[in-house]
């Protein structure tokens, strides 16, 4: 079975410029969350899905960020503008109702913003 | 705010010795208790759960304990192997879907 699938593994982008995350969760799975990883903060969880409508997004760290889930099988996490201190590893995850806590990682972006 | 740590940042193992690695938490709503191993280059991958009303649970050549009374959680590895070699978290989490993920702790397994 496929897992969590990430496009792109790497980005690279200017100041200023929009970025787009893209993800798409295993088959059948109802809950999707998006994480930033860096050095200085960890893993923290930026905002998830449930049945494709957002339940938490306290965890985006600005405006400038934003996520979508149109269908059960596509999430974007967009970031418009990007800044240099965007630059981290961006996972996202999925999991099912019924299995709490255990959520399945995708490989990442690395996102790096000169 | 409340949070999930760790004790040690690092821990460099002999192969064929087993591991320990602790994690320190501070919430007390927290029931449900769940260890991550990340590789190099690699997304978090799910190793073993535990809910509040236990305190030991095992895996393959993994056991995690719980003390609810210290909050204090622990991963033990039998018979580490070069591919035992990650990054370890430990997460914690509520009555709803999101994980509070640790710092991390490093681990090496030297031939």
């Known amino acids: 079975d496929a897992g969590v699938i990430q496009s792109p593994r790497h980005e690279v982008t200017e100041m200023g410029q929009e970025v787009t995350l893209r993800c798409k969760p295993i088959?059948?799975?109802?809950?999707l969350f998006w994480y930033r990883q860096t050095m200085m903060r960890g893993l923290e969880l930026l905002i998830y899905?449930?049945?494709?409508?957002?339940?938490?997004d306290s965890g985006m760290p600005e405006d400038r960020f934003s996520a979508k889930m149109p269908n059960a099988s596509f999430s974007t996490l967009k970031i418009q503008p990007s800044e240099p201190r965007d630059s981290a590893v961006y996972f996202c995850a999925s999991s099912l109702t019924k299995s709490r806590g255990t959520q399945y990682f995708g490989p990442g972006t690395r996102l790096t913003v000169l | 705010g409340e949070s999930v740590g760790l004790h040690l940042p690092t821990l460099s193992v002999q192969e064929g010795d087993n591991s320990i690695i602790n994690c320190a938490y501070s919430?007390?709503?927290?029931?449900?208790f769940i260890w991550y191993k990340q590789e190099s280059g690699k997304g978090p991958q799910f190793i073993i759960d535990?809910?509040?009303?236990?305190d030991k649970r095992q895996g393959q050549r993994v056991t995690v304990l719980l003390n609810k009374t210290v909050k204090h959680l622990s991963l033990q590895i039998a018979a580490t192997q070069p591919g035992d070699s990650a990054v370890y978290f430990c997460?914690?989490?509520?009555?709803?879907?999101?994980?509070?993920f640790g710092a991390g702790t490093t681990v090496t397994v030297r031939a």
């Open positions: 919430n007390s709503a927290s029931d449900y």
């Open positions: 088959s059948g799975h109802d809950y």
């Open positions: 899905f449930n049945n494709n409508v957002p339940i938490d």
């Open positions: 535990i809910r509040s009303n236990m």
């Open positions: 997460a914690e989490n509520g009555n709803d879907y999101k994980l509070s």
